[in-house]
């Protein structure tokens, strides 16, 4: 699943890393019909995104409802991404395909 979107960076301070994108509604239904197979627990959605030429993984969280995608520190200096920007981003659903949550090895 591939999806294609802008945003406003926001801060947020929940869990790390506090600066974070929220999905459109459309993308949050893409985004629910392929959860069953990629989340790994708590309603976490692991992806491959990209601003610009960086790419990354993570995973979206939910947040009211939808999902927010965090944007790590060195994503925003490669970028040059601050709070209140419009960012475009594209993103898919990365099933982890057996990989622990923090990307490392097997899970158990």
């Given at each position: 699943m591939?999806?294609?979107?802008s945003a406003e960076l926001f801060e947020w301070r929940g869990p790390a890393p506090?600066?974070?994108l929220a999905?459109?509604?459309?993308?949050?239904?893409l985004v629910?019909?392929?959860a069953a197979q990629a989340s790994y627990g708590w309603g976490?959605?692991?992806v491959r995104a990209r601003i610009g030429a960086t790419e990354w993984e993570t995973s979206?969280?939910?947040?009211?409802?939808?999902y927010v995608l965090p944007v790590k520190v060195a994503?925003?200096?490669a970028e040059q991404v601050e709070p209140g920007d419009t960012v475009g981003v594209g993103m898919s659903v990365a099933p982890r395909?057996?990989?622990?949550?923090?990307g490392q090895g097997p899970t158990v």
């Open positions: 591939d999806l294609e979107f506090f600066y974070w999905l459109p509604e459309d993308g949050c239904e629910r019909a392929e976490a959605i692991p979206l969280l939910p947040k009211d409802g939808g994503v925003r200096r395909g057996g990989r622990q949550a923090n």
